[in-house]
């Protein structure tokens, strides 16, 4: 995940409705980075993956934030929660098997309370 | 190749070209296509039809793996089952109710894309796409966001907002005389749980959306009799289920594991 600021940020309520706010945003960008269709539609399974597996443990009425990188023909996509006490995902666990087959770079950072998962997809990138 | 049947772990699939009649794989592969296909599930066709392609996939997927390579055998399936599923929804037109310039520009999209998949040797980008139908680069997107259409209201997002959850239940409950009353509600709820991915589904079409018999039939693709039936089927399940709650039959199965023959290891 690169250093700087995040070119883009999207803060919603960690409630799986608005993951299609998510996806969407996720589509746009990736079309701005000239990813192909297939690309695209990988991406939006993978930042909904990533998500699927933040929501379970973000606290109650707390929100998800999506920081989103765009490089020359790589999107970076970061999504974070608070938790009560979150664990990494599981690295043998099946959803991660999915989500870094859908991904060029995957990991997940536990800060205190804080879980985060970042994930990048580089254009033409076969996965 | 025997034609009696022979078990596969998802750890050590058959051989390239292994597969023939008679030859059944482990339950553990499939688990694989469920977790693809469900994430397809709110565009409006049935969860059962999206198994059904993903499994084409996965059949694909063993018949060209190489173990020899070093690539675990999720990794290299997952983008042909979910490129099958996929192609399953470019190939299908889709019968969501989008405004009708919507609609025809999606129509050109989709032959654009065809052509250009051809001509390109791999699926295009949004400003090839743009530039060979003869639209913006934000028109593109919009029709592609139509296609996909994904439905906002799942029943996860029903359940996840009690007030919504309770309203749902109210307006069944108003449909259906059984399943009504307040004391009812709580009971309810886990029994909507207990529903597969499709009945959930058309529950919430129903039930959350408002929409008619005949308007789920068109977001679903089947015939206004079919969804009557499915309607009626699931209600009466839900109402057999809730007395048999209060009767005391709770879960009513015994507590005997029945073993499961596709779950050898070998």
Known sequence: MPEHQPDVELRIPADSAFLSVLRTATA??????????????DLRIAVDEACAM????????????????LGG????????????SPRPPSQDGFAWTVLAALTTSLKSVVDGDILTISLSRTSGDSA | MQSSSRTFSATAPPPPGALSSGTTWCACTSLLVEHLARRFRNRGEPYDDLLQVGTIGLIKAIDRFDPGRGVEFSTYATPTIVGEIKRYFRDKGWAIRVPRRLQELRISLAGATSELNQSLGRSPTVNELAACVGVSAEEVLEGLESANAYTTLSLDAVESHEDSMLSMIDAIGADDDALEGVENRESIKPLLEQLDPREKHILTLRFFRGMTQSQIATEIGVSQMHVSRLLSQILAQLRERLSDESLGLGEGVDGRGVEDPGNHDH
């Open chain 1, 28 to 41: 746009g960008l990736a079309a701005r980075l000239d990813f192909t269709l297939d690309d695209i539609e």
């Open chain 1, 73 to 84: 023909d790589t999107l970076s996509v970061s999504v974070t929660a608070e938790c009560d």
């Open chain 1, 54 to 69: 933040v929501l379970p443990q973000a606290l109650t009425d707390s929100d998800l934030n999506c920081s989103f990188y």
